[in-house]
């Protein structure tokens, strides 16, 4: 079956510190792999994908992640954090074994993320 | 990406009684799903709203409890049937657009409370 971890429940870092916030993933095929950020009271907004090559992804605020085969990690990155960046992170991979490229995304248990001035 | 609207945004309901929820989307889709987030928690796919038929549903939930309508490309409803207070949960509609392909967007929830 396919699942998504995130092990950590909550990350502090000082602002204009670097963050990682972790995420492995299961999957019986190639991984289609999603950063997600909920802020208090808002809807999901999307971050990044991986679906296909270079492993490193840029995608919006100033994140990157890191596809690790090997590791079967996909650990969401940011050189210089922000207090704005406190938020709700959700790791998620899109089950290819129900409706494809288009299936449904299994989610991690999310990851809060606190930025400290 | 695509403007999703939900309605209603938030609502207190009395226990044994039954809430539908709408979602709008301005673009063309491909597949609607339907998630639930109970408080603190990730999030869990109720169901795979398709258009003219019936939803297909994920292991824990059912139809008679989750009834959804997909009447065209755009639009959907969730009605969360006979409530309780475990039903509680923000729920989430999703959807994949067909400009973005793979790419999966939400809507910013409706937030049920069950007293």
């Known amino acids: 079956a396919q699942s998504v971890a995130q092990p950590e429940d909550q990350v502090n870092v000082a602002e204009g510190n670097p963050l990682t916030v972790k995420c492995t993933y299961s999957v019986s095929g190639n991984p289609y792999l999603f950063w997600y950020v909920q802020y208090p009271n808002r809807g999901l907004q999307f971050l990044l994908k991986y679906i296909t090559g270079d492993n490193l992804v840029k995608g919006s605020y100033g994140f990157e992640a890191e596809f690790n085969k090997s590791q079967t990690s996909f650990h969401l990155k940011k050189p210089s954090a922000l207090v704005s960046d406190s938020a709700l992170y959700f790791c998620?991979?899109?089950?290819?074994?129900?409706?494809?490229?288009?299936?449904?995304?299994?989610f991690g248990k999310g990851t809060k993320l606190s930025v400290k001035p | 990406s695509a403007v999703i609207s939900q309605k209603p945004s938030r609502d207190i309901c009395q226990r044994g009684t039954s809430l539908t929820i709408q979602c709008q989307v301005d673009s063309q889709v491909t597949m609607m799903f339907w998630y639930r987030q109970q408080p603190g928690q990730s999030l869990t796919l109720i169901a795979t709203a398709n258009q003219g038929s019936e939803a297909t549903y994920e292991s824990g939930f059912v139809i008679d409890k989750f009834p959804i309508s997909r009447p065209n490309l755009t639009f959907s409803t969730l009605t969360v049937s006979n409530m309780s207070p475990e039903d509680s949960s923000i729920y989430l509609c999703s959807v994949n657009l067909v400009a973005t392909y793979n790419e999966q967007f939400f809507g910013p929830g409706t937030r049920l409370t069950v007293l």
């Open positions: 998620a991979v899109r089950d290819m074994n129900y409706g494809g490229s288009q299936g449904n995304l299994i």
